[in-house]
């Protein structure tokens, strides 16, 4: 695409009522979008343009609709800002090659951060954001064991198991991506801002919409789209019922990508998501080296041994046996057990239980849910 094609993209994309589907109709038509803009008005309503559409298209090409050259303005203004903004368009050959196969792919992608990332094999991981600590944990580590193998995990940014993802990804090679649901010239939610701006130094920020487009409910649907087509195969590590992070799988189905979740107990409200893809095909998975030998042959161009896997799920440190610790331990499975009920089973006084669950929570053995404590 020739540099001054661009304004042209960002124009017809920042029309309303345009979506990926007629724009691509458009861009297999014309030889260049400069020449679809040039269009008669009496063509284009043959082409089915709405009024409101012309309106804004010949304005455009006028230099009189304020409201779309101004948001063309923005989007060239953040471009040139920083050599670490960049506009991808369909006819770029940094377009991630997986994303540009999906219906409904993206036309343009804004992206902050290393492009280079965009082109390297990636996993989805995906949760609830009102994870367990045992949740956050499965994905930080899962996290960190694919980009120690040179897999970037791909996610949303979102509070809990999102998060979680980031972070295990940044403390190895290959870092993370984040897919959002509005424009980069901000971060959201704002709670995750600082790890946004991790993201950028060791990965990117992605998103379909332009600069000054404040995140909406509808979006986050659209979001999922690309962070499944972005990837090889989606992982879904805690989920409710009726999680969004549901949407994604499915998404991830529809366009031919490999789907895992972690299960979990059977009376958790956060497994009943990953046991209903499991019943409908989901790969049941326990660890990430399963998820990485399974996407290996995917993966011609990776050496298997390329980094050392690190420890995948902490293990609490051993107590004495015939410690406080170890008979709380002991006694607890990995569905909440009260206090009462530890009290018979350990013979110990509700003092040295207390004690010892904040002992054993403070090194990672053990979570308090409600209903009680569980193993983690």
């Known amino acids: 695409m020739l540099p001054e094609d661009l304004p042209y993209w960002l124009a017809l994309w920042r029309t309303p009522g345009i979506g990926p589907g007629q724009f691509r109709l458009i861009t297999d038509h014309y030889p260049t979008l400069q020449f679809f803009f040039e269009e008669s008005a009496h063509r284009l309503r043959e082409l089915g343009f709405t009024p409101e559409q012309l309106a804004w298209i010949q304005g455009f090409r006028a230099g009189r609709e304020s409201r ?8 060239l203004e953040w471009l040139e800002a920083d050599p670490q903004h960049h506009i991808l368009t369909w006819a770029d050959d940094d377009y991630p090659p997986l994303l540009r196969e999906i219906q409904g792919s993206p036309p343009l992608l804004f992206v902050r951060g290393q492009l280079s990332s965009l082109l390297l094999p990636q996993i989805a991981v995906v949760g609830s954001r009102h994870c367990s600590r045992q949740g956050k944990h499965l994905a930080q580590d899962f996290g960190r064991c694919f980009s120690n193998h040179g897999l970037v995990t791909t996610s949303g940014l979102a509070l809990g198991i999102d998060a979680a993802a980031h972070r295990g990804a940044l403390q190895g090679a290959a870092g993370t991506l984040a897919v959002l649901a509005h424009g980069l010239d901000e971060i959201y939610p704002h709670r995750n801002r600082a790890l946004g701006e991790q993201v950028v130094q060791q990965g990117a920020l992605v998103s379909e919409f332009p600069v000054g487009v404040a995140p909406r409910a509808e979006f986050f649907p659209r979001r999922n789209r690309i962070i499944s087509g972005l990837s090889l195969g989606v992982l879904v590590v805690e989920a409710a019922i009726k999680s969004g992070s549901l949407i994604t799988a499915h998404q991830a189905v529809d366009q031919g990508r490999e ?19 499991i019943r409908n095909g989901a790969r049941l998975v326990e660890t990430a080296q399963q998820i990485v030998e399974e996407l290996m042959p995917l993966l011609g161009f990776m050496q298997q041994s390329a980094l050392p896997l690190r420890a995948e799920i ?26 009462d009920q530890l009290v018979g089973l350990t013979g110990l006084s509700v003092a040295d239980i207390s ?18 404590y569980s193993r983690v």
Do not use: W
Request: proline share 10%; glycine share 8%.
């Open 355 to 372: 004690t010892s669950l904040v002992m054993l929570e403070l090194d990672g053995a053990v979570q308090q849910q409600q209903g009680g």
């Open 68 to 75: 779309l050259l101004e948001g063309v303005d923005r989007d």
């Open 259 to 277: 789907v895992f979740a972690i299960p979990g107990s059977i009376n958790d409200p956060l497994a009943k998501g990953c046991h209903a893809l």
């Open 314 to 339: 902490a293990t609490p440190k051993p107590y004495p046996q015939d410690s406080a610790e170890a008979k709380v331990l002991a006694a607890l499975e990995y569905d909440p057990t009260p206090i």
